[in-house]
């Protein structure tokens, strides 16, 4: 584990008003404004850091925008993600070869062997013991 690992991520909300993002986290009374998410970050970062009385260094910022509509897409996104890996993993139970399972759902065989791999991690079924067409390695 490096020292990289041990630094506390913060959430930083983050709204568009007018030409600027605006960070506010209550919690710490900490307010900044920005013209690009990159330096809303770098200033959130420093913010807190002056109100926690630290090192920068010591501590990671991920920005999170505030908008009704970004974070329906973000749902929209998890959603289709989700309902890919259960295509795949409904597909390779039925012992679908691999090139078939990918051709059927329009990806490559790598992108239907990492959403299974993602998938079968998460506990979704796998299919019975035994070697079913197509299931060598993924090329």
């Known amino acids: 584990m ?4 041990l630094v ?4 930083v909300p983050v709204r568009r008003e007018g030409r600027w993002w605006t960070a506010e986290i209550q919690d710490e009374r900490v307010w900044t404004r920005a013209r690009t998410l990159a330096e809303v970050r770098d200033r959130a970062r420093a913010a807190l850091a002056l109100a926690r009385g630290i090192d920068p260094s010591l501590i990671a910022v991920r920005i999170i925008v505030d908008e009704p509509e970004i974070e329906a897409l973000a749902q929209a996104r998890q959603r ?3 309902a890919f890996a259960a295509a795949v993993v409904r597909l390779r139970c039925q ?3 691999w090139p078939e399972t990918a051709a059927a759902l329009g990806v490559s065989q ?3 062997h ?6 079968t991690a998460a506990g979704a079924r796998r299919p ?3 070697r079913a067409a197509g299931t060598g390695p993924v090329r």
């Open 2 to 5: 490096s020292s990289r690992d």
């Open 114 to 119: 990492t959403a299974w791999e993602i998938a």
């Open 80 to 82: 289709e993600r989700d």
């Open 95 to 97: 012992r679908v070869p």
């Open 110 to 112: 790598r992108e239907a």
């Open 128 to 130: 019975r013991a035994g």
């Open 8 to 11: 506390p991520v913060v959430t």
